[in-house]
């Protein structure tokens, strides 16, 4: 991504940390301006205007509104996002910020007239050496193994997908993390969703990153979580915790000029962490205690340059949950798949065109199932 960058001197805080002397600090902009074109068909029914669906691909909620029509077009410029880094040197520190905005999942606007949408945070931490805390990637995703889809995130269901506050520590090859907790709940028979916000204990995370001498880079990350469910629900106080535990394998491998992306994550109580939260991270049984439920997903992407302007990348992406029916009912969300091929053309580096066909399908635990085929044409300008 390019980005426009300049050197100044600040003063203040990091005018004392330097012991009086001018720190230098190195500033740069960027992000991206991009406008999509997106054709629907909702096998049934499309959800009203302004729907999360109707924004990118989400698990979950494509299984449409019945009397709606099934085909849509929606024209929107909400990826668009810029971002501001700092870079200064501390008496041989490195010191670090990041913040980067968006106008993704927002609902406040509409189509009527302003289409106007709020900036929403997606990254702001700050990084000191070896440490970072604020907002960012959770250390058990790897974001440099996602394929380059049209779609907002792509592969959906088949990666972990998550930012938010952390500490994280790295040495090396290594990373470690304690990450903001969230524990998501299915009620014992089915229902509406419960989020537990009460739980003390941080979700730990760490992860290992290596090479190979063919230039390919993976990675290896682990989380152990405490699901906790501590309020009262309708009239049911409930005081339960269960752990949870997930290990994730990514990497992106050159084939000649090509590359192969791929992530494959299996574990219990992962929930939140794994399909936009497709799946609970567990379910309360008839004692009212959390049982947590297992689940597996991945995709495999393959990038092909025909030039040194036109690209395609295929992806197929899947993701299962094992549900205790008798505890779940059979409402609740069972597998996902999705399937996308494009072809995208940059006339110079900044400046890309794209195509994208995408189709997904859904599934609950009771045979419900719903679809979407989507065309998206995108024009992006890095800035």
């Not at 669906?53 to 029509?69: A, K």
């Not at 849509?72 to 980067?100: C, M, P, W, Y």
């Not at 094992?322 to 069972?334: C, E, I, M």
């Not at 091929?341 to 794209?354: A, D, E, I, R, W």
């Amino acid at each position: 991504m390019k980005k426009k960058k300049l050197s100044l001197y600040v003063a203040g805080a990091l005018l004392a940390m330097s012991g009086g002397a001018q720190a230098a600090t190195d500033m740069t902009f960027g992000g991206y301006i991009k406008a999509d074109v997106m054709f629907s068909d909702y096998g049934n029914g499309a959800p009203d205007s302004g729907s999360l669906s109707r924004q990118f691909y989400v698990p979950g909620t494509i299984y449409g509104t019945t009397g709606n029509g099934k085909q849509v077009v929606d024209f929107q410029a909400r990826e668009s996002r810029f971002n501001f880094k700092t870079v200064t040197d501390v008496e041989g520190h490195t010191l670090t910020g990041f913040i980067e905005l968006d106008f993704m999942t927002h609902t406040d606007g509409n189509e009527r007239v302003s289409n106007s949408y709020s900036p929403r945070i997606r990254h702001a931490f700050v990084t000191y050496d070896n440490w970072t805390v604020g907002q960012t990637w959770t250390t058990f995703q790897n974001p440099g193994a996602l394929p380059e889809n049209l779609d907002f995130v792509g592969a959906a269901e088949g990666t972990p997908f998550v930012r938010q506050s952390q500490l994280r520590y790295t040495n090396g090859n290594w990373q470690f993390s304690i990450e903001n907790p969230e524990t998501t709940v299915t009620p014992l028979g089915g229902g509406g969703r419960i989020t537990s916000g009460s739980g003390v204990v941080p979700d730990f995370v760490g992860r290992y990153n290596f090479s190979a001498g063919n230039g390919s880079a993976y990675s290896v990350a682990a989380i152990i979580r405490q699901l906790d469910l501590e309020q009262v629900v309708g009239t049911t106080q409930y005081d339960t915790s269960e752990l949870g535990y997930g290990v994730s394998f990514a990497g992106v491998i050159p084939v000649g000029k090509d590359d192969l992306k791929f992530t494959a994550t299996y574990g219990e109580g992962l929930g939140r962490y794994m399909a936009l939260n497709y799946a609970n991270a567990g379910v309360l049984d008839s004692n009212g205690d959390i049982q947590a439920i297992k689940s597996f997903g991945g995709f495999v992407a393959y990038r092909h340059w025909w030039s040194e302007q036109w690209r395609s990348s295929l992806t197929v992406s899947a993701f299962t949950a094992d549900n205790d029916v008798a505890l779940t009912g059979g409402t609740v969300n069972k597998e996902a798949y999705s399937g996308y091929v494009n072809l995208l053309y940059s006339p110079s580096k900044p400046l890309t065109f794209g195509v994208e066909y995408m189709h997904a399908l859904n599934e609950r635990e009771d045979g419900f199932d719903g679809d979407l085929n989507r065309i998206i044409f995108s024009a992006k300008y890095a800035l």
